[in-house]
């Protein structure tokens, strides 16, 4: 979504907000599609003593959980 599409639907669903409290809940969306789109293109890799050879009893699986939290929205003021 552009920062103009935004700003029309945000300004129509809450028409008393500031511009600050709109470009906060703009900066918001897009951390929230960033993350959205990290954890869903989360790759698994399989290393063997560090140095990058594949082997089945040494997998690392990338926890999708940890990526959407790991910026909190709290941060963004």
Excluded: W
């Excluded at 945000?10 to 959205?36: G, R, W």
């Excluded at 009893?57 to 940890?66: A, E, G, L, Q």
């Amino acid at each position: 979504m552009t920062a103009k599409e935004f700003l029309k639907y945000f300004l129509e669903e809450n028409p008393s907000s500031t511009f600050d409290e709109c470009m906060i809940e703009f900066a918001k969306y897009h951390v929230e599609q960033a993350l959205k789109a990290a954890s869903e293109n989360a790759t698994q890799q399989r290393i063997i003593g560090g140095y990058g050879y594949p082997n089945k009893s040494n997998k690392i699986v990338i926890n999708k959980n940890s990526i959407l939290n790991a910026y909190p929205l709290e941060n963004i003021k």
